[in-house]
């Protein structure tokens, strides 16, 4: 048996302090084993992946030739690009589409360029209350101001964009953040994220139309997958962030070529100016936190939907894993619910089969908000 800091018992697949072999590690011993092109990560973009489909040209506006991915258990839609650097595909995956009424498991291409989901949860519960479906997905012809690709650089990543980004925002380095993390390679099912580390963003350059930013990214790693998250960056038309601000690139390879060098790059990074306003902030409020009001709902959803959490567990109903009103009727504390999170105890829902993943890429203070809306739940 394998004990945490407090004594608590993991399982061998959830601890991450262990000795960690990877995928990638074994392809040195094994060099006929084919890595993973992209990896969906687990609970963020998908639990049970499912068909594959092609986005045909003049469909779905400027993401034709690229892959759309349905998953069953959380009833969406993920988008893949992919390239090929020293003759092995690579890329890069979002979210597309969530929200369907029953977990994807075919897709096709209606004549109309249309995209027909069949859909079931049958054997396994998957987000969304219907048992089975068929949806359409049409293209609205309105281009969303996306990230349309991603493409590894000697020393980092070029990001092009549906739209025009607002130069101010794209040449600040506290616009961007990278990590890098990867899963065990082991015979047990399941894995959390393991081998986490930040990769600093020592610059930027933006192209002359505001459609590419090449970004400088330090401790790259080969096999890892890499969180890229753009939460500062704003469209040059109307101010609008990204529709989905984090993507996640699989980094089999880094290309040879031409470093950025000083006098190509943006240094700039408001993020120091920020943290310090931010820290007089909370010593000027330090003494009020107990007063301040438990989250409601609506002030919490927008997290839970950016979390996947909306794509397991619903408020008041048994979905793939247990409501929200049923957890909080646990009466775990605040801090008991925030471990869950990071570290679930499958065996505390017997009744449920599909075991929740490790969500450590969940943000500390955004676990706490939304530990505190569940503890409240209790009381209603």
Partial sequence: MIYDSKGNSVKPENDVNEKVVTEFDMKKDFPALQLPSVWLPHGILGISNSEIVKIPSGVFGPFAGQLLVGDQGQSMISRVFMEKVNGEYQGAAWPFRSGFQS?????????D???????TNRGWGSAGEAT???QRLVWNNKTPFEMLSIQAMPDGFEITFTKPVDKKYALDLASYSVESFIYKYHSVYGSPPVNQQKCSVKGVRVSADGLRARIVVANLRKGYIHNITLNGIRSQENYYSLVHPTAYYTLNNIPEGKLLGLSEISTRNSAPARAQSAGQSRNTSV???SLEKIPTY??????????TCLACHNPDKRQVGPSFKEISGKKYTIDELVNLIYTPKPEHW???STPMPPMTNVPKNE???IATWIKSLNKQ
């Fill in 113 to 119: 360029g249309s995209l027909f989901a069949g859909e």
């Fill in 367 to 369: 676990v706490i908000k």
């Fill in 350 to 352: 017997p009744d449920y």
């Fill in 103 to 111: 977990g994807i498991v075919r897709l096709a291409w209606g004549t």
């Fill in 132 to 134: 089975e479906g068929i």
């Fill in 287 to 289: 003494k009020n936190t």
């Fill in 298 to 307: 609506d002030q919490v959803k927008g997290l839970l939907a950016k979390n």
